[in-house]
């Protein structure tokens, strides 16, 4: 019987945050505490859906070695960053760039928000009428309940 | 023969869903009572058929009989009963049956238990649930039919995977399908409604329970999906943004919107239409996620096997539901008479509020779940929306609606004083503020946004009961008067405000726990100690710790602070010998409201040759509020659910309204 993929793939999480064994960590704190931040925001991208500083897949191992290294020669966040995208596409970044093509995605939230507010605004700066007197419609109505 | 027996009762249910369907829209057509009854009638039979397919398969589990496709597949003889029985709804086509054994059950109780309904309005309702039945359980029967025989059964079952092998995780589909399923019906009473043309206080007054039961069974769900996840996945994280908990979170977070915005078509018929949108909107991201959990265009790492073919077919009722239900909206909803009107501050304004920022929170999830899909159909490339944009775009939106969240309760409706309301608050919000400059000089490295955080979470708790003091008018008479009004306040207030109070503690442990969780690897030989924050940790022994069906060792490992003895974690690693698999079982202790977590790791050899453990922990601050903010907003939801005003069904309600005071 074969195992679901699904599910086969759901064990991988398992033997798990490898990113914290001690054999492979950095000397340097700061530098160490570095490089786990970048782990967190780095694609395992053979992987379902974790990042480099959750997988123990062999290739999160080799991005780990190879983020570490960088990180000990001195190289930015930024330069890292953009070493393993022109590597592996933009798909290895967990937090999406702000990009043309991801603008969408960035600002539709914010923009809801914003459009919802100025309808509230420009709601409220209309007088409110109609609150407290009835229109000849609803005075029949009324008459209506109160006769029927 | 049970087996065969299930699957004529499955055959049975979808035919008596399709009759369901039809002599309910003839009952409604024609105006007959009798044609009524019987669609009513065939929707409690439909349930009884699913009722039974399902204990078909239960027994098929139960009794380990692997000439049953999917008991081969998923379990063994072996296994625990519990979860031979979790077996039931632990795969694709199972856990559709758990979702076709809840459409057909909800369906029956309004069918039967819609009292107070008028008749046309329940006929249509009825019919909806029937539809939707039909379509799901047309799906269960040609393209997911858990009871197909082998035709060469094997002697053994493949088992299922270790990791779901975990209490917590075989009761968590239950509450949540239930919660998903539990929308369906507000769908149906919205598809009514429209095609009644009626949309009135009585109409929200009839979805709220639906909606509330839903949204309080949801929360439980994902609640224990999430727990599971922090201690049986062993990297003590509690929510990853991944598709498959994006896909339960987004009818959760619809339901939260459509709870607000009944409250005012209920209280002032205002927003009925919004209402209607959003009681549609719930469901159709129920199927949804459905559909995404089983089709496989995700990558997640929960997801159920793929199939693209049945993902078609999810796709297509998903497109069918929806399609219709909100073609419907866009025919209907422009003839619905306006609502009460209101001024810019009252509480509606306040509802609205929340709505806006709730719906831009969903649109938020949808885009990060879906737009890597959407981009790649488009151009071709891929791009990963992970964690670091849920951060940015979610949370900012949550933090702003539950700053206001405090105040809206304050306001009266129609027009409202917020200069009264803020002077009501300033107690809580001084407590808040003070928090958060304690939590910010007391904890290193200093977080300013965890701070925030904290101090947001703090309001909450503050406001909440603010707002409680205020209507008791505590302080201002007798205590004896006092008391006697907060015995007086109806239940529906004291679940607003604890779930409101579940939030707060949900925030200032979530915001705690992120930003402070203390974390420690090691290799320790037996006696060997590591330290983690203010702990020490010493590896005592280990030792062998099998089970029914798997092969462990275990650590013992004692927990200090100053000397003293806190606990004993006792994690362990498990062997799977038919997966072939290796869990780890992580321990948690000590009691209290922050966890020390111990995982074991794999065993290696120290540099005299004497065998070390890898052993890795995390001192999790204030983690427990995290799972147990969310169960105090479920009871909320209970508690809320038992006031007699929202009892479906009591006929002397109706004429009630009038004499309630306003809140």
Not at chain 2, 280 to 301: D, E, N, Q
Not at chain 2, 636 to 650: E, K, N, P, V, Y
Request: net charge positive; with cysteine.
């Amino acid at each position: 019987m074969r195992l679901a993929p699904g599910l086969a793939a759901l064990a991988a999480v398992f033997c798990l945050a490898a990113a914290a064994d001690p054999r492979d960590r950095l000397s340097d704190p700061g530098q160490e505490a570095r490089a786990r931040a970048l782990f967190q925001q780095i694609r395992c991208v053979v992987c379902q859906n974790e990042s480099i500083d959750d997988s123990e897949a062999e290739l999160a191992r080799d991005l780990r070695q190879t983020v570490r290294a960088q990180v000990a020669a001195g190289r930015s966040d930024a330069e890292i960053r953009r070493f393993l995208v022109q590597r592996y596409g933009e798909f290895i970044l967990l937090r999406p760039r702000f990009s043309p093509a991801n603008a969408a995605a960035w600002l539709t939230p914010f923009a809801i928000v914003i459009g919802g507010v100025a309808v509230l605004v420009l709601r409220a700066r209309k007088p409110a009428t109609g609150g407290d007197t009835l229109t000849p419609e609803e005075e029949a109505r009324i008459a209506r309940l109160r006769d029927g | 023969m049970t087996a065969e027996l299930g699957s004529f009762a499955l055959v049975l249910a979808l035919v008596l869903s399709l009759a369901q369907a039809g002599l309910s829209i003839a009952g409604r057509v024609r105006g007959s009572a009798a044609l009524a009854g019987a669609g009513e009638g065939a929707a409690a039979g439909a349930f009884l058929g699913v009722a039974f397919a399902f204990f078909a398969l239960m027994i098929a589990f139960v009794t380990s009989d692997f000439s049953v496709a999917n008991v081969a597949e998923n379990s063994h003889t072996a296994k625990p009963l519990l979860y031979k029985i979790a077996g039931v709804w632990g795969s694709h086509d199972g856990s559709m049956l758990l979702w076709c054994l809840a459409l057909t059950g909800f369906g029956a109780v309004i069918a039967l238990g819609g009292e107070g309904l008028p008749a046309r309005l329940k006929a249509s309702a009825v019919a909806t649930q029937g539809v939707l039945g039909a379509l799901f359980l047309a799906y269960a029967v040609f393209a997911s039919n858990p009871l197909i025989r082998l035709a060469n059964p094997p002697v053994e079952g493949a088992s299922m995977n270790p990791v779901l092998q975990d209490p917590f995780l075989a009761i968590h589909p239950p509450f949540l399908y239930a919660g998903y399923v539990g929308m369906s019906v507000v769908y149906s009473l919205a598809v009514a409604a429209l095609i009644e043309g009626r949309i009135d206080a009585a109409w929200a007054r009839w979805v709220r329970p639906w909606a509330l039961a839903s949204w309080s069974l949801l929360t439980i769900g994902i609640t224990l999906g999430s727990f599971w996840a922090y201690y049986e996945l062993g990297w003590g994280g509690w929510w990853a943004w991944d598709p498959v908990e994006n896909a339960s979170f987004m009818p959760w977070l619809a339901a939260t919107a459509l709870l607000h915005s009944a409250v005012v078509t209920e209280k002032r018929g205002a927003l009925a239409a919004w209402t209607v949108f959003l009681a549609l909107t719930a469901f159709t991201f129920s199927m949804l996620g459905a559909f995404l959990v089983r089709s496989g265009v995700l990558m997640s790492v929960h997801a159920f096997a793929v199939s693209p073919k049945r993902g078609m077919l999810l796709l297509s009722i998903l497109g069918v539901a929806a399609g219709g239900g909100f073609g419907l909206f866009a025919w209907r909803a422009p003839s619905l008479p306006p609502g009460g009107l209101f001024a810019p501050i009252s509480r509606e304004t306040a509802l609205v509020i929340n709505n806006l920022f709730v719906s831009a929170a969903v649109t938020t999830v949808l885009l990060g779940t879906l737009y890597p899909l959407i981009r790649q159909a488009l151009t071709g490339d891929m791009a990963s929306f992970g964690p670091p944009y849920f951060n940015l775009t979610f949370t900012p939106l949550m933090a702003m609606v539950l700053l206001i969240l405090p105040i809206g309760p304050l306001l009266a409706w129609k027009r409202a004083d917020l200069l009264g309301a803020l002077q009501r608050l300033w107690a809580a919000a001084l407590i808040a503020l003070a928090a958060a400059l304690l939590v910010l000089a007391l904890n290193h490295p200093a977080k300013a946004f965890a701070a925030i955080g904290v101090g947001l979470g703090v309001w909450l708790v503050t406001g909440s009961l603010a707002e409680v003091a205020d209507r008791a008018r505590l302080g201002r008479v007798r205590i004896g008067e006092a008391l006697r009004r907060l015995g007086r306040l109806p239940r529906g207030a004291w679940g607003m405000t604890l779930a409101h109070v579940g939030v707060g503690v949900f925030v200032i442990g979530a915001s705690f726990e992120t930003a402070w969780r203390v974390e420690a690897a090691r290799t320790l030989g037996i006696g060997d100690q590591m330290s983690l924050g203010a702990y020490q940790l010493t590896l005592k022994r280990v030792g062998p710790a099998d089970g029914p069906n798997f092969e462990a060792e275990r650590a013992l490992i004692s927990v200090t602070k100053d000397g003293r003895e806190v606990c004993q974690a006792t994690p362990a690693r498990r062997f799977y010998p038919v997966q072939r698999q290796t869990t780890s079982k992580v321990s948690i202790c000590p009691p209290g409201l922050s966890d020390i977590y111990v995982v074991l790791g794999d065993r290696r050899d120290g540099p005299a040759g004497q065998p070390v453990w890898l052993v890795r922990a995390y001192w999790n601050r204030l983690s427990r509020l995290i799972f147990g903010g969310p169960l105090i907003m479920a009871l909320g939801g209970a508690i809320s659910l038992s006031d007699r005003r929202l009892r479906i069904g009591l006929p002397q309600r109706a004429a009630r309204p009038v004499l309630e005071p306003a809140e």
